[in-house]
């Protein structure tokens, strides 16, 4: 079971940090996102070692995936938030070390995590 948390209200130009609880340590791990009327998209993703990592374009450079495989748990740091990053945050996981991008691949899913940016 994945648990996500650590979403909220910010203001835009401000930092939030995601957690997602009960990752393991053969399991590649991905960030995905839904914005209201709009599809899940990937936000960025982690392989099994955390050595491995990618990113979408309109996040590279602003957040940064991390994870503590001893803890089970994986971060997403989330520095000069934009309006356009609030939706639902979801942590993504599937036993394997390929990092992939799309949401196709991943078979377990957390409940979600509700971030807003305010402009």
């Known amino acids: 079971e994945l648990v996500e948390s650590g979403g909220g209200l910010v203001q835009a130009g401000g930092s939030l940090k995601l957690t997602c609880k009960g990752s393991y340590q053969t399991s590649t791990m991905g960030w995905f996102r839904q914005a209201p009327g709009k599809e899940r998209e990937f936000v960025a993703g982690?392989?099994?070692?955390?050595?491995?990592?990618s990113y979408s374009d309109s996040v590279k450079g602003r957040f940064t995936i991390s994870r503590d495989n001893a803890k089970k748990t994986v971060y997403l740091q989330m520095n000069r938030l934009k309006p356009e990053d609030t939706a639902v945050y979801y942590c993504?996981?599937?036993?394997?070390?390929?990092?992939?991008?799309?949401?196709?691949?991943?078979?377990?899913w957390g409940q979600g995590a509700q971030v807003t940016v305010s402009s």
């Open positions: 982690i392989g099994q070692s955390g050595r491995t990592t």
């Open positions: 993504a996981a599937r036993s394997s070390d390929y990092c992939s991008s799309s949401q196709t691949y991943f078979n377990s």
